[in-house]
């Protein structure tokens, strides 16, 4: 028998099998079949729609520490609002169209209502001062579902360390390492003990597991190896600061007791591996070069202000653009391969080689 010669049918006979012939024949039709846009899907399945923003009211404010003040938001109706872990945080719309995250510094156990807690910086985008000059109760703001990219991952051992306002993602990792009965510390610092926010809420949470250290009182600012010396062996980090102090923890890591770190950053983190490159607004715009050490965000609100951006680190996508030509290099945690291929950009993070021009549809 050659390869050309049909074997026998289930009987012995000197002829091909017919269910198998027949079987062949169909699953050469039917297999490419299946890549057709009709059998991608089941027809009598609606197409999924966009999740619709959350509607929320202000239903209580007060003022936590120098220049921080917290919300509570609610559903209007009073309804249950939908379920996020320590780290999350909510992405606002604000009364002027300015979007901006805040983290969710509440009880995950709590249905009822979210808390936020934002410090008023004067120098800053606007969107903190906004919140502290138009939002009171009963005002109302729409906001995206509760988004996570600070995850707390519950390891047996925590460490917890906070730069002022960076409290506020911790404090509800603070409440599950204590509800799961974690060896976990907390040190929180600051400049004086009127910045720090949840000062009376982290001592009672447990006194002997948490740290107020302020630089008024020992000195100066602390050093990473300080602050990572308050770790259990073998604990996991989560730090959230100014860049400064990330930097320092970074750089004291592996002379420590800790295992790992994870961390989230206030702003855009320094540009490393930047190269000087160019943006055009347009084809017949002007063309602004961005030096290797800034972003090209940075540049293009100096030229238009009114350009939207808020977490400056490649995830929100508050701040994309359409690029019309010049080849990026992407740098973000947002755009699929597929928005990059129909010229997407994040501009808060991603850059283009040495000498190129990226002409933006701006």
Do not use: K
Request: glycine content about 10%; hydrophobic content about 35%; some cysteine.
């Amino acid at each position: 028998m050659d390869l050309l010669t049909p074997p026998p049918d289930l009987y012995g006979r000197p002829r091909a099998d017919t269910f198998m012939r027949r079987l062949t024949a169909f699953a050469d039709r039917y297999s490419p079949a299946l890549g057709s846009p009709l059998l991608r899907r089941n027809p009598r399945r609606p197409y999924s729609r966009p999740t619709p923003p959350l509607q929320l009211v202000v239903t209580g404010r007060r003022a936590l520490a120098t220049d921080v003040v917290e919300l509570t938001l609610a559903d209007p109706s009073g309804g249950p609002l939908p379920h996020w872990q320590p780290g999350a945080h909510l992405r606002l719309a604000l009364p002027s169209g300015r979007e901006r995250h805040y983290s969710l510094s509440g009880d995950p156990a709590d249905h009822a209502a979210y808390r936020i807690a934002v410090r008023r910086l004067p120098g800053g985008g606007g969107g903190s001062v906004e919140v502290h000059d138009a939002l009171h109760p009963g005002s109302r703001i729409t906001a995206r579902r509760p988004r996570n990219g600070f995850a707390f991952c519950a390891e047996p051992a925590v460490l917890l360390l906070a730069g002022g306002i960076g409290i506020t993602p911790l404090l509800p990792m603070a409440r599950e390492a204590q509800r799961h009965g974690l060896d976990w510390r907390l040190v929180h610092v600051g400049r004086s003990a009127d910045t720090l926010p949840y000062a009376d809420e982290l001592r009672a949470l447990d006194p002997r597991r948490v740290l107020l250290r302020t630089d008024d009182e020992h000195g100066g600012v602390p050093t990473g190896a300080e602050l990572l010396a308050h770790a259990p062996r073998g604990a996991a980090v989560y730090c959230c600061g100014p860049a400064p102090m990330l930097a320092a923890v970074q750089g004291a890591l592996d002379e420590s007791p800790a295992a790992s770190l994870h961390f989230e950053r206030f702003g855009a983190a320094p540009v490393t591996d930047g190269a000087p490159f160019a943006v055009r607004l347009g084809t017949d715009g002007p063309t602004l070069d961005v030096p290797a050490d800034r972003s090209a965000l940075d540049v293009l609100r100096e030229r238009r202000p009114d350009l939207p951006y808020s977490c400056h680190q490649g995830f929100c996508g508050t701040c994309e653009v359409r690029v019309l030509s010049g080849t990026p290099e992407h740098r973000d945690r947002r755009l699929t391969p597929d928005r990059r291929e129909a010229g997407a950009l994040l501009p808060c993070v991603s850059r283009a080689a040495e000498g190129e021009t990226l002409v933006l549809d701006l």
